[in-house]
């Protein structure tokens, strides 16, 4: 089964903080995106990567950055956290053979 | 207008009915379409892809109208466990692989 794993569950972090939160696949997919999904907005696409290295904004990019060093890991960085990204982030992988998007359980932040 | 958009629901049905919905993207470049199901406090997990011709899986039929820019999910003979939000998925794949989700159509299905 292919499994995409994210570090935290749950994360408390006070304005300013800098947060990372860290997703690892273990299905070789190229492709990995970050999503937060909030009641009444569904998922937005913060950023993705299509490869090693590579990364691409989303929808939302502002407030965060990410990593790529390695195809299994892809990390969000949130470099000085503001109460509006609180939120239920998923890490998700892409099996581009199928088109089916993996996602992780989620990571559920508070800001305050 | 947002990207994917579907009506949130929710859509409170008994066991046994017959449901369905809709779901309309605006970029005509969309190359793939899915739905994928999300239970409570759960990741969302894939429930099928959406074929030109239309495709079922058991009680589900998925269609796909590109001329009008929509898609479909119809549910049969609802049970209790197929309460949970259904997310249409659109996928850009010129677009180095960005996939867009709509807001999520809640179902209830009461006994």
């Known amino acids: 089964d292919v499994k995409v794993t994210q570090s935290s569950r749950y994360l408390v972090k006070r304005t300013g903080e800098k947060v990372f939160l860290e997703c690892v696949q273990d299905m070789d997919h190229e492709n990995m995106f970050w999503y937060r999904q909030d009641p009444g907005l569904g998922l937005r696409l913060i950023y993705f990567?299509?490869?090693?290295?590579?990364?691409e904004k989303g929808d939302i990019p502002e407030g965060y950055s990410v990593s790529r060093e390695k195809k299994e890991r892809f990390s969000l960085i949130l470099e000085s956290a503001s109460t509006n990204q609180t939120s239920m982030y998923l890490c998700?992988?892409?099996?581009?053979?199928?088109?089916?998007?993996?996602f992780g359980e989620g990571s559920r932040l508070t800001v305050l | 207008r947002k990207e994917v958009e579907q009506d949130p629901g929710p859509f409170n049905v008994p066991e046994g009915a017959t449901v369905a919905f809709n779901c309309t993207y605006s970029n005509s470049a969309s190359q793939s379409f899915f739905w994928y199901r999300q239970d409570c406090r759960k990741e969302p997990k894939l429930l099928m892809s959406v074929y030109s011709s239309g495709n079922e899986d058991g009680r589900f039929t998925a269609q796909l109208n590109r001329a009008s820019q929509y898609i479909s999910l119809l549910i049969r003979d609802s049970k209790l466990s197929d309460s949970a939000t259904y997310l249409c998925v659109v996928a850009l794949y010129n677009q180095g692989g960005k996939l867009i989700f709509g807001q999520g159509t809640e179902l209830s299905v009461k006994p």
């Open positions: 998700a992988s892409l099996d581009t053979n199928t088109g089916e998007l993996f």
């Open positions: 990567s299509y490869d090693v290295k590579m990364k």
